[in-house]
């Protein structure tokens, strides 16, 4: 009897195992794993890409004048300084090549000083040296540039018609990414907001003025958007 009693208990713990393991088993089925559809999914499908940036260098080379800044390296610096005031890059900087060349040394410094009769303030231009093998080398002049990253999208798109996991595909939102990397304006805008500009205070003043006497505080409608097509020209 005794024996008999030992034995269905060590089959009820047995079984308990077995139940467990069981159930465990259950659960990490249940579970996603790393690797398979539907594991890390963003919020949304076309939240899987992000706009990035690229950082990058806008440079030119000037050779080395004993007379200064000649016309066509002039040219070059306004069209350089004309990047940089649309790319809202901080500084300009003029690099004169190393070794105590006092001609490359006063070149950049008449190369700085073009840059400053160009529109670039002072304090935004700055004069360092860099390593070259020779002391006549060009002096560099530019600035650092982002360029908003263009994910490639070709292939990313699987088919559409057989999608066993019903997960969004892959290549969702690569696109629209894409684009918009394509026509940003400013890759600054992607890693920080640019400053508001300053407000029109004296608009701002007519209108409260306009408001305090009860007089209309919208600007007068223009002839064009009146939404009257009738007088185009036949």
Not at 41 to 50: A, D, E, G, K
Not at 92 to 102: H, K, Q, S
Not at 141 to 156: K, S
């Amino acid at each position: 009897m005794r024996r008999a009693m030992m034995h269905h208990a060590n089959r009820s713990r047995a079984l308990g195992v077995v139940s467990l393991a069981g159930a465990v088993t259950l659960l990490a089925a249940c579970a996603t794993q790393p690797g398979e559809p539907g594991a890390g999914q963003p919020l949304t499908p076309t939240s899987r890409y992000v706009l990035q940036v690229e950082p990058g260098v806008d440079r030119i080379a000037l050779a080395v004048r004993p007379d200064g800044v000649s016309h066509n390296q002039n040219a070059a610096l306004s069209d350089l300084t004309h990047r940089f005031a649309m790319s809202g890059a901080p500084r300009v900087v003029v690099e004169a090549p190393g070794g105590n060349d006092p001609a490359a040394a006063a070149f950049a410094w008449a190369a700085r000083d073009a840059v400053a009769a160009l529109g670039v303030p002072m304090d935004r231009i700055v004069v360092a040296a860099y390593a070259a093998p020779d002391p006549r080398a060009p002096v560099l002049v530019g600035f650092e540039t982002l360029r908003a990253h263009v994910p490639q999208c070709a292939g990313r798109i699987g088919d559409l018609a057989r999608n066993a996991s019903n997960e969004p595909d892959t290549g969702f939102g690569c696109a629209v990414t894409a684009n918009m990397a394509a026509q940003i304006a400013n890759p600054r805008d992607i890693v920080i907001p640019r400053d508001m500009t300053a407000p029109d205070a004296p608009r701002r003043a007519t209108v409260l003025d306009a408001y305090r006497i009860g007089e209309v505080t919208s600007a007068e409608l223009e002839p064009l958007v009146e939404g009257r097509i009738s007088e185009a020209v036949e």
